[in-house]
């Protein structure tokens, strides 16, 4: 059995930065194995461990689209990030994991989880330094969900994600199901 810590503040992840306090602070995880994201930390609801068996399988929905879980009393879709942008399923991943972390943001008034395998860190960069993703650097279906990227100092690429277009690919997907 896959035992679930308590939920991450904000605040607790604020303190774990391996930057300078200068610039904008963005959570680093791993997108795959060879390259990580970020997401403005101040975008982020909240974070939380979560046991892939309490998701429930919704019939019929895109394959990104993991799932329900309650979350404070909320039925809330649970996203799996990976697969939107066309990396493996969560499930056909190796080895599977029985349990990530979601981000949760919230969206219209709803709040959307992204699940994501873990967290590293927190990073600061200043966002003008943000450089733009250019055509054909990579597949459309990422390029589309990514605002644009940071060098790390030894220069390895780290992407922004875009968090108004990831919400409205999913929300795209939850209208048309109505």
Partial sequence: MVQVAETVSIFDINHQSSQPEEGEKFLRFPLNSTTDGLIPLGELQEVCPLAVPTILPVPEVPRFLLGIIN?????????DLGSLWGAPHWCQREPIAEAGMALLLPWKEETIGLLIEEIKTVEIFNPQQ??????????????????????NPQGKTWFVLDINSIMQTIDSFLINKD
């Fill in 71 to 79: 979350w404070r009393g909320k039925a809330t879709w649970i996203v």
């Fill in 130 to 151: 943000c450089l733009p993703i250019g055509e054909g650097m990579f597949s459309q279906e990422f390029s589309a969900l990514a605002q644009g990227y940071f060098l």
